[in-house]
């Protein structure tokens, strides 16, 4: 799950982090208010869950209340990315003499936690990473052990942080981390960490992602979810217990397990088709969730064939085949059908579908070459 | 031969009383596999399907009965807790079929087993299966033959699918290891390449990965530095667009990286032929066999 700006801020606050006092509004009356307040020049910044904000205008500088009033104005009506701005963060200007990227990660492959850092920030860190590798410093946290002191000191040398600012650079790094392992992020970014004219460090900007599987232990965390930022569809999909993506093809796809969903959609394509969706109605489910999958999968006007494939382990076929009858009863699909059903209890599934207009297949190849041949509008 | 499991293996379930547990475990018993105990916290001193006995911990359960593998189905906000106490207790070999585990626990979990010398299979996996000797875990035993083909997947149904039409051609599978579909696990593609590599019973491998992380990439340069035995593959992930996580935790292309076509194009330069789709990985292994 992924935190506003704001909310990724104020967490890191919480663990020591000097952050801008900024305030989140919702209306350009509001921001002049808190610009007035501030009494200086402000940073308006559009709180949406999309990288690329700045360049598609979506932050803006104000020096006095009334420009704040206009600048808001416009940013709240803007949409970027398919997202509407319905909140702002406003920010007290600041003088910058140098911006530092600080972030830390899972590298899933070294199975810790890592720390990278590099004195070209304000920019995309993929971007600094691919032109220049040399700049970012990186190192592994022990999981059990947590950042050292020495570490940071590694860093700081490596990036070339001038040593008046060791002190204040440790206590960010600390901060984060420990921001980052109380909250099970994935992700803790602080992009760009400021000095200032003044000589002050300041995190101007904040990233944070948590770990969707942790959530039941973060209620707070939890409760920062911005449903706006999600396909209403996908929201239902959670509801249900099942994962959901909505693509842009006309064939939608009903599939037991991540990895066999994926290689279905694949084989779609491979025989000329289009995908309308990824789902995974997961392990060992009943006729309800089944249901729920099939309604969602029709609620896409663009459908105009489904493709059903299910390998039976602890999902039973028969489970699978009352939940698509179940379906059918309740929305009457007018597109055409292919189902495979194949391992536990799966001739009783069949057997519960013959009364229903389905076609049927033996092997997937055969399943995607009929889904595509009747969404294009041809015999199967 | 075979790697990891074989009929000699004595297996304990953690959550044993749970549904999915008693479930499997039937399962696994009905398969010939050696279930020696259960374990559930509090439950010490009942038993399942009437000759397996419970223990409240795994410590009570190794003294009494020996078992050497766990198999792991408790939900997922015990399950650390529930491998650590395995492995503590000296369990060698851990499978952890359970979803939905914090990746930082798990990063804590991975550190001390490997200080303890323990072997961990997932979590999110569907465990192991050596044909006609045992299964630890939930993978249909009818869908696959004995055999001297030895499967490593990050995916459960897409497994079945491939074993399965290796079944249809009459090909045989020596083990097949479900390393699971999380970013951080225990035993990654190069961990299992290497058994099947020394193991006398695998004559050909089938890889069978998907996007997001370089599991795939690193499994290709081992491949191409130390294996001897003919491996054949298959991405899953093709159409899956970046950003979005797809279903398994670790599916997801990030910043442009874990693309299908990159882990394609590095286990094509390692000599992998890269099947198109699942059941075509039968017909390559049909070509490689007969060679």
Redesign the interface.
Same mark, same amino acid.
């Given at each position: 799950m992924k935190l506003h700006e704001y909310q990724s801020k104020r967490v890191f606050a919480q663990y020591g982090v000097p952050i801008p006092p900024g305030k989140v509004a919702t209306t350009p009356e509001e921001v002049e208010a808190i610009a007035r307040e501030f009494g200086g020049p402000v940073a308006v910044k559009a709180q949406v869950l999309v990288g690329g904000r700045g360049k598609a205008g979506g932050i803006k500088l104000a020096r006095t209340p009334g420009e704040a009033r206009e600048v808001a104005q416009a940013i709240l009506s803007m949409t970027i990315k398919g997202l509407p701005v319905r909140k702002v963060l406003v920010d007290p200007a600041v003088d910058i003499a140098q911006e530092i990227y600080l972030g830390i990660t899972n590298d899933r492959a070294a199975r810790r936690p890592v720390l990278m850092a590099s004195s070209e920030g304000g920019v995309d860190i993929e971007e600094v990473a691919r032109r220049s590798p040399e700049k970012i410093a990186r190192v592994h946290i022990h999981p059990l052990l947590g950042l050292q002191g020495y570490q940071v000191r590694d860093v700081a040398l490596r990036i070339d942080l001038p040593r008046e600012h060791w002190k204040a650079f440790t206590k960010v790094a600390f901060g984060l981390w420990k921001a980052y392992q109380a909250s099970d992020a994935t992700l803790a970014e602080i992009n760009p960490l400021v000095i200032t004219a003044q000589g002050e460090m300041l995190a101007l900007d904040g990233k944070m992602i948590v770990d969707d599987n942790a959530l039941y232990r973060h209620p707070d965390l939890a409760e920062m979810r911005d449903l706006d930022a999600e396909d209403p569809t996908e929201i239902e999909a959670r509801k249900y217990g099942l994962s959901f993506i909505k693509l842009d093809g006309d064939i939608g796809c009903m599939v037991n397990g991540a990895g066999l969903a994926m290689a279905t959609m694949d084989i779609i394509k491979l025989y000329g088709g289009e995908p309308a969706n990824f789902l995974d109605i997961g392990g060992g489910a009943n006729a309800e969730k089944v249901a729920a999958a099939f309604r969602l999968i029709l609620s896409d006007p663009k459908v105009k064939a489904v493709l059903i494939n299910i390998f039976g382990g602890i999902t039973r076929g028969d489970e699978v085949a009352r939940g698509i009858l179940q379906a059918m009863e309740e929305v009457k699909p007018e597109v055409p059908m292919v189902v495979r059903l194949v391992g536990t209890n799966a001739e009783e599934g069949l057997a519960l579908l013959k009364g229903a207009d389905m076609l049927t297949a033996q092997t997937l190849a055969e399943a995607a070459q009929k889904a595509v041949a009747v969404a294009k509008g041809g015999e199967a | 031969m075979s790697i990891l499991v074989s009929k000699k293996s004595r297996v304990l379930v953690q959550g044993i009383t749970g549904r999915?547990g008693r479930?499997h475990t039937e399962r696994m018993v009905a398969y010939g596999t050696q279930v020696v105990a259960g374990v559930t916290p509090g439950k010490g001193g009942e038993w399942v399907l009437d000759r397996i006995p419970v223990f409240d911990t795994v410590a009570a359960a190794v003294e009494a009965t020996g078992a050497d593998t766990s198999v792991i189905f408790v939900p997922?906000?015990f399950a650390a807790d529930a491998i650590l106490e395995a492995a503590d207790a000296g369990i060698k070999l851990v499978v952890a079929i359970t979803? *939905?585990?914090?990746? !930082?626990?798990?990063?804590?979990v991975?550190?001390?087993l490997q200080e303890k010398g323990t072997t961990l299979v997932g979590p999110n996996c569907?465990g192991l299966l050596t044909p006609g000797e045992a299964k630890v875990g939930?993978?249909?035993g009818n869908?696959a033959l004995p055999g001297n083909v030895g499967v490593v997947?990050?995916?459960?149904?897409?497994?079945?699918?491939v074993v399965?039409?290796m079944k249809l051609r009459g090909m045989g599978v020596s083990t097949t290891v479900g390393i699971g579909?999380d970013?951080?696990k225990g035993l990654d593609f190069i961990d299992v390449l290497r058994m099947f590599e020394e193991d006398p019973q695998t004559e050909a491998v089938v890889l069978?990965g998907?996007?997001g992380?370089?599991?795939e990439e !690193?499994a290709a340069a081992f491949i191409r530095e130390h294996m001897t035995k003919p491996v054949v593959g298959?991405i899953?992930? !093709?159409?899956?667009?970046p950003g979005?996580r797809?279903?398994?935790? *670790?599916?997801i292309i990030e910043? *442009?990286e874990g693309t299908?076509a990159e882990k394609i194009k590095a286990l094509q330069a390692a000599n992998v032929p890269v099947a198109?789709?699942?059941?075509e990985i039968a017909d390559l292994l049909v070509d490689i066999l007969r060679r």
């Open positions: - | 999915e479930f997922a906000r979803e *939905g585990i914090p990746v !930082q626990d798990m990063m804590r991975t550190t001390y569907p939930i993978i249909p869908i997947s990050r995916s459960g149904t897409l497994t079945y699918e399965y039409a579909g970013p951080v069978i998907e996007i992380g370089s599991s !690193q298959f899953a992930g !093709q159409t899956a667009p979005k797809m279903g398994h935790a *670790g599916a910043g *442009g299908a198109r789709h699942p059941e």
